[in-house]
């Protein structure tokens, strides 16, 4: 359990090292927005409108995929592919 409320009956992704940064969080059944940071990155597809949609969105740090599905979520009709590494 992580001591911060706003995280309650979420399944958070940290490392023991840095026990203060949540890298991924994950809410079942619930939308796919989180009220937190994570939700910035849904703002991502229009600012890329210029680009042809063959044009992947590559995301640094996938962690347990929270902004990949809100991505997908938000946006189900963008046929951009999405390509994530874990760090």
């Known amino acids: 359990d992580y001591k911060d409320e706003s995280f309650a009956g979420a399944t958070v992704l940290m490392r023991s090292h840095t026990p203060?940064?949540?890298l991924s969080e994950f809410r079942p059944g619930d939308a796919p927005s989180t009220g937190g940071v994570f939700d910035l990155f849904a703002?991502?597809?229009?600012?890329?409108?210029?680009?042809p949609p063959s044009q992947p969105i590559a995301i640094l740090g996938l962690g347990a995929g929270t902004c990949?599905?809100?991505l997908a979520a938000f946006y189900p009709h963008d046929t951009r592919r999405m390509v994530g590494w874990e760090l």
């Open 20 to 22: 203060d940064a949540i």
């Open 68 to 70: 990949a599905r809100a």
């Open 43 to 51: 703002m991502l597809p229009p600012l890329l409108s210029d680009l």
